[in-house]
């Protein structure tokens, strides 16, 4: 088995490589937007699927993963920001709350094609303005979902409760992907 990453995410590979899968990082150009009609809840398996389809046909042997990962609040969803503002904005967003973290992962082989979601709960605590600016100015959060990696100072210090998968929300389920590529 010859396993394809599609992802350029360091978090990704370096989950992929913790479990102890030797794979090759290969690149999908795909634009990635959501018709109105997907619901929040849905739309990081729909991404997910979509990167694989978007790729080349499937060699005898190969194996595609691809991810996605979406944050939510109050049904709203939070993708990439575009810059320091919308970072702000979010982050402000997701003070003392809690959203859901919702990671889609599609494995496809040349017969098949398994796409599942992960979601997990996430509680902030309060965020003042200083610490969303010390976040936003020392940890450039600007290509994580919801503007935080959890695996950062953000997430270090201000996430009060979780319920669900670690990796799911640094990005990669990583309970599913090993139960999943087991089986194939």
Not at 29 to 51: M, Q, T
Not at 106 to 125: G, N, R, S
Request: aromatic fraction near 8%; include cysteine; proline fraction near 3%.
């Amino acid at each position: 088995m010859k396993l394809l990453l599609a992802s350029q995410s360091p978090r990704r590979k370096e989950l992929l490589t913790h479990l102890g899968f030797e794979f090759e990082v290969v690149k999908i150009d795909c634009e990635e937007i959501v018709p109105e009609h997907i619901k929040v809840g849905e739309s990081a398996a729909y991404l997910s699927e979509l990167k694989a389809n978007a790729f080349r046909n499937l060699e005898e042997g190969e194996v595609l993963l691809t991810a996605d990962t979406v944050v939510a609040i109050d049904n709203q969803f939070l993708g990439k920001p575009r810059d320091e503002e919308d970072a702000r904005n979010m982050l402000r967003l997701l003070s003392g709350k809690t959203h859901q973290v919702y990671t889609g992962i599609t494995i496809k082989t040349l017969d098949k094609t398994i796409t599942e979601t992960d979601v997990a709960d996430v509680e902030f605590d309060i965020i003042s303005d200083e610490e969303i600016t010390y976040y936003i100015q020392n940890y450039k959060p600007f290509d994580k979902a919801g503007s935080y990696g959890i695996q950062e100072w953000l997430g270090m210090a201000k996430i009060k409760k979780m319920n669900g998968s670690f990796y799911t929300i640094m990005g990669l389920p990583t309970h599913l992907v090993y139960k999943i590529l087991k089986e194939i």
